[in-house]
């Protein structure tokens, strides 16, 4: 049985959990296992923990389908971020071998082409903070928290504890990793999928798909030094959504996809003590409670949502580059969340009214736009523009940095925004600074710094799909978050696991030997 709502002073023991619980249970000494940890911070006076135990034996472990009879095919998965990792460990785990391409390289070799663009802003097209493996989520906070209510999370959860993230994740509300932990937890990852028997190809960037009548036939693949071509029976599409090249040669295959609404704006920096002590009062640097963060939202008279998304406590500012000569941002922490300032992204919708012309893939030009314009306000060195809260509103250069030292590298240049942003969309990112200074006191403050620009925030295409999880070409399963399937790392990597299963079932009905 699930007790909630058990609410614990900060320094509270297992003790003084057993007590509440033997209240609860009417038992002398319940076992249980922690199932949820949150910080209510409503009263500032008293800032508690709320907690849910479960007094019942953990539930079985998901356990992926056995096939039925022998079906030698091998699937074929594009693309290593979460939807694509689980989909190779779930078809690895029913014994069908599958074939990793990764058009990025391994996550070290990785991490040092991602040091040299922070340190010398030398960009490499295909191994950078979006590209190589582990996906886009490499690069980041490494936060699970998700909106969807599946029984899958617990295992995903558990799958990423057991490969070293803090065990913590299984029942913090909102738990994370940290980016300096993610790799060793993604090589982990790594070696259970081939132990169970998949394969990874770094540096194999998938080039184009031919197709026999409505099905996916043969693939062709790119690496540094050679190419080649493969017969295939199903392909899982688990490529981020900034596979720009890749949409475009799914359009021109003919594969069905449409245009999708998704937000743009900046990352906004303020001081982590501010945050800290907006949302704790005195309570603020109590070991227990760690960093504050928040989140924020609002609809405008307009008709344009604004909100804050994937908030960095003691966080830093990071390029999300994927393509040459433009610039995008994103935000990162640490396990220990220990840098000086916040961050969030601060963005507002925009929709396929917002495009240019009639195609599928009218969002990545309006993506690119932005873009090439952020890469020449700062300069063409992949320095970004930055300016500051006060100045952004009233529509002045910053003459120069106040409270905040902005954390982006390899650089920034003060610019002015609102020469960056259509003028709907720049009106609508001040009235959210106004409005979310109610909500948060300083959020406001005149040297917050704006970063920009963060064009990412999710796919800008959706490549439709059936019941069956396939598009409209045959053995073709679009899967995660380049998909349109998925907002994050729980989402996409629930998505993997079931379009893991529904390749199985595909096989077993065509009865596919490849």
């Known amino acids: 049985m699930i007790y909630n709502n ?82 190779a460990l779930t078809l690895a785990r029913m014994g069908l071998s599958p074939i990793i391409l990764e058009r990025g390289k391994d996550v070290d070799r990785r991490k040092a082409d991602v040091q040299d663009f922070w340190k010398h802003g030398r960009f490499s097209g295909n191994s950078n903070t979006l590209f190589g493996e582990g996906g886009a989520g490499t690069f980041s906070d490494g936060k699970l928290n998700t909106g969807i209510n599946e029984p899958l999370i617990r295992y995903v959860m558990r799958v990423f504890a057991e490969s070293g993230a803090p065990p913590d994740i299984l029942y913090e509300a909102k738990p994370h990793i940290g980016t300096d932990l993610l790799a060793g ?46 017969r295939v029976g199903a392909i899982c599409l688990a490529i981020g959504h900034s596979a720009r090249d890749t949409y475009a040669m799914l359009h021109n295959r003919g594969v069905n996809m449409t245009r999708k609404p998704f937000s743009v704006g900046a990352r906004i920096e303020h001081p982590q003590t501010m945050i800290d002590a907006a949302q704790y009062g005195s309570f603020a640097g109590h070991p227990k409670l760690g960093r504050a963060d928040y989140k924020l939202s609002a609809h405008l008279p307009v008709g344009r949502d604004v909100y804050t998304f994937c908030m960095c406590p003691g966080g830093t500012v990071i390029g999300a580059v994927s393509e040459a000569e433009r610039l995008a941002v994103n935000g990162m922490s640490s396990n220990a969340r220990d840098s000086v300032n916040a961050n969030s992204a601060i963005l507002v919708s925009v929709t396929p009214d917002d495009f240019p012309g009639r195609s599928p893939l009218g969002g990545i030009e309006f993506q690119r736009g932005l873009e090439s314009r952020a890469f020449a306000m700062g300069g063409g060195t992949y320095a970004a523009p930055v300016q500051l809260s006060e100045d952004f509103i009233r529509g002045r250069v910053s003459a120069a940095l106040g409270a905040v030292t902005p954390s982006y590298k390899p650089g920034i240049l003060l610019a002015d925004l609102n020469d960056l942003f259509p003028p709907e969309l720049a009106d609508s990112l001040k009235a959210a600074i106004i409005l979310f200074d109610k909500k948060l006191r300083g959020f406001a403050m005149p040297d917050a710094a704006l970063t920009a620009v963060e064009s990412g925030s999710s796919s800008p295409v959706r490549i439709l799909r059936d019941a069956t999880y396939q598009s409209n070409i045959r053995g073709l399963f679009p899967c995660g978050e380049g998909a349109g399937y998925a907002g994050g790392i729980m989402s996409a990597a629930v998505d993997g696991i079931k379009c893991a299963e529904a390749i199985l079932t595909y096989g077993q009905n065509d009865g596919m030997i490849i």
């Open 6 to 87: 058990i609410k614990l002073d900060l320094d509270y023991t297992e003790d003084d959990l057993r007590r509440k619980l033997r209240r609860l249970t009417g038992r002398g000494q319940p076992s249980y296992r922690l199932v949820r940890r949150s910080v209510d911070a409503r009263d500032k006076k008293r800032v508690r923990f709320v907690i849910s135990v479960d007094t019942e034996p953990e539930p079985p472990e998901y356990t992926p389908p056995e096939p039925a009879g022998i079906h030698r095919f091998q699937p074929v998965i594009v693309g290593s971020g979460p939807a694509g990792l689980f989909c």
């Open 185 to 230: 937890v993604l090589k982990n990852l790594r070696r259970r999928v081939i132990n169970a028997g998949g394969e990874y190809r770094f540096e194999h960037r998938l080039a184009d798909i031919e197709t026999d009548g409505a099905k996916a036939a043969v693939i062709h693949v790119v690496t540094p030094n050679t190419q080649y071509s493969a």
